[in-house]
T-cell receptor, first 112, second 115 residues
């Protein structure tokens, strides 16, 4: 099955700085890569996703990049704000599958 | 519109008791998924429904776990004879058509604690 690794496990940044989280996947058949943000006591919320036919996608302060050859994808948050503090999960989904394979999560803390 | 809802939000039970967890998907979504989030295991897939049928039950950890979906909407996850290792957050998600590669939207989860 698909194996997704996520780094770092924790990330502390100063408000206004950028945060980068990296994930690798093992199955070249994966073609959909969502990122979820989970705040304490809540369910994962989709923040951005990318499909394998594009290399980059941006939505305001959030961007995701995908390198299919190297089988890795990254989340970039610019101009971080305290409300960006949360646990972020990457995931991968194979083209013929329904179950998401998740990374272990990154706890992001934005220091004011 | 309303998102995925789950009930109860928290459940404390004694070892050996049965529990039922409920999920209401987004209106119009035909696919429904259950995942489990535990400290040591991260987020794990449990089961997938397309309409009322479950073509993929591969993630259910034991025969104590079962799930059903009626009317193509509400789903119930049942854990019989609960064990302490069942303590986790049980998350439900739904997607529009259930085709491969669809975006899945999650509910807030049910936090289960087995004493």
């Amino acid at each position: 099955g698909e194996n997704v690794e996520q780094h770092p496990s924790t990330l502390s940044v100063q408000e206004g700085d950028s945060a980068v989280i990296k994930c690798t996947y093992s199955d070249s058949a994966s073609n959909y890569f969502p990122w979820y943000k989970q705040e304490l006591g809540k369910g994962p919320q989709l923040i951005i996703d990318i499909r394998s036919n594009v290399g980059e996608k941006k939505d305001q302060r959030i961007a995701v990049t995908l390198n299919k050859t190297a089988k890795h994808f990254s989340l970039h948050i610019t101009e971080t704000q305290p409300e960006d503090s949360a646990v972020y999960f990457c995931a991968a989904l194979r083209s013929n599958d329904y179950k998401l394979s998740f990374g272990a999560g990154t706890t992001v803390t934005v220091r004011a | 519109g309303a998102g995925v809802s789950q009930s109860p939000s928290n459940k404390v039970t004694e070892k050996g008791k049965d529990v039922e967890l409920r999920c209401d998907p987004i209106s119009g979504h035909t696919a429904l998924y259950w995942y489990r989030q535990s400290l040591g295991q991260g987020l794990e897939f449990l089961i997938y429904f397309q309409g009322n049928s479950a073509p993929d039950k591969s993630g259910l950890p034991s025969d104590r776990f079962s799930a059903e979906r009626t009317g193509g909407s509400v789903s119930t996850l049942t854990i019989q004879r609960t064990q302490q290792e069942d303590s986790a957050v049980y998350l439900c998600a739904s997607s529009l058509g259930g085709g491969p590669g669809e975006t899945q939207y999650f509910g807030p989860g049910t936090r289960l604690l087995v004493l």
